[in-house]
């Protein structure tokens, strides 16, 4: 007899847990008139300054770098940059993965970005000389 009402016990549990096993029902379509509900995919990120995120990005765009994964990296990079548009790191990576793409347009503006930024950073002097068209 116990063998029946633990699983009948365990049924009504989560049934009042909201476990239902109904299907979920899809919301009802826009009526004429009414705004669409909007696609997730689709809304575009607002953007702040926000130093935490743009460090993750960095961090993330280094790991892709360091994989061989360039197109990854950039993407990584340039988001980075919309989130700290000042963040001289994020410029001076975004400038080597860019010349690992073969986008020299892209990595001179990058790296150029890096200059005006990072003046007093370590990698400046090897970046201006890379500018310069020097080896």
């Known amino acids: 007899m116990s ?7 365990l049924l009504a549990l989560c049934a009042g847990a909201g476990f239902s096993q ?3 029902e899809t919301p009802p379509a826009a009526q004429p008139g009414e705004p669409p509900e909007e696609d997730e995919s689709r809304v575009t990120k607002e953007y702040g300054f926000n130093p935490l995120q743009a460090a993750r ?5 280094k790991q892709y770098y360091k994989k061989g994964s360039y197109r990854a990296a950039v993407l990584r990079f340039e988001e980075a940059l919309k989130w700290n548009p000042n963040d001289a790191e994020a410029w001076l990576r975004l400038g080597y993965a860019r010349e690992k793409m073969k986008d020299k347009k892209g990595a001179r503006e990058a790296f150029q970005k890096y200059v005006e930024l990072g003046s007093d950073a370590k990698e400046v ?11």
């Open 3 to 9: 063998r029946v009402l633990i699983p009948a016990f």
């Open 22 to 24: 109904k299907p979920k």
């Open 57 to 61: 990005e960095v961090s993330v765009g």
């Open 125 to 135: 002097e090897e970046v201006k000389k890379k500018l310069a068209g020097k080896p």
